[in-house]
């Protein structure tokens, strides 16, 4: 398997934020031009047989290369979200393990507020 400085990048974010995450959310801030940054927060869109995130940019700046990382399915660009739009992921997810699945939604804008990027996303029982 081939490691990309992208791959390994997108890794560290999702492991940061998996280690903070206590609530509904997180992922690790990975950098601004202007310092202001935007607000990228994830909401689960869970239906019959898939699972996924929505994600929504509260501004003020344009989110960067929007990345959802799904363990253990890997990492999905999403590209970039203006400020007040809403981007959606969803992947198939035939089973429920009992086992609380997260997915992270991670920027190249720096995003202010970290603690709100993620979700659970277990398909419905």
Same mark, same amino acid.
């Given at each position: 398997?081939?490691?990309?400085?992208? +791959?390994?990048?997108? +890794?560290? =974010?999702?492991?940061?934020?998996? /280690?903070?995450?206590? @609530? +509904? +959310?997180?992922?690790?801030? %990975?950098?601004?031009?202007?310092?202001? /940054?935007?607000?990228? !927060?994830?909401v689960?869109? #869970? !239906?019959?047989?898939?699972? /996924?995130?929505?994600? %929504?940019? $509260? @501004?003020?700046?344009?989110?960067?290369s !929007?990345?959802?990382?799904?363990? &253990? *399915?890997?990492?999905? &660009?999403? @590209?970039?979200? =203006?400020? @007040?739009?809403? #981007?959606?992921?969803?992947?198939?997810? *035939?089973l $429920?393990?009992? !086992?609380?699945?997260?997915?992270?939604?991670?920027?190249?804008t *720096?995003?202010?507020?970290?603690?709100?990027?993620?979700?659970?996303? $277990?398909? &419905?029982?």
């Amino acid at each position: 398997m081939r490691t990309t400085r992208r +791959a390994i990048t997108i +890794a560290t =974010a999702a492991a940061a934020a998996l /280690g903070t995450s206590l @609530g +509904a +959310a997180a992922a690790a801030p %990975t950098g601004s031009t202007s310092g202001l /940054g935007a607000d990228l !927060v994830a909401v689960s869109n #869970k !239906v019959s047989f898939s699972c /996924g995130l929505n994600v %929504t940019n $509260n @501004g003020p700046e344009t989110a960067r290369s !929007v990345t959802v990382y799904s363990p &253990p *399915f890997g990492v999905h &660009p999403i @590209g970039d979200i =203006a400020p @007040g739009q809403t #981007k959606s992921y969803t992947e198939l997810c *035939f089973l $429920n393990t009992g !086992v609380p699945q997260r997915m992270y939604a991670v920027s190249a804008t *720096f995003d202010p507020n970290y603690g709100n990027n993620s979700a659970q996303t $277990n398909p &419905p029982v």
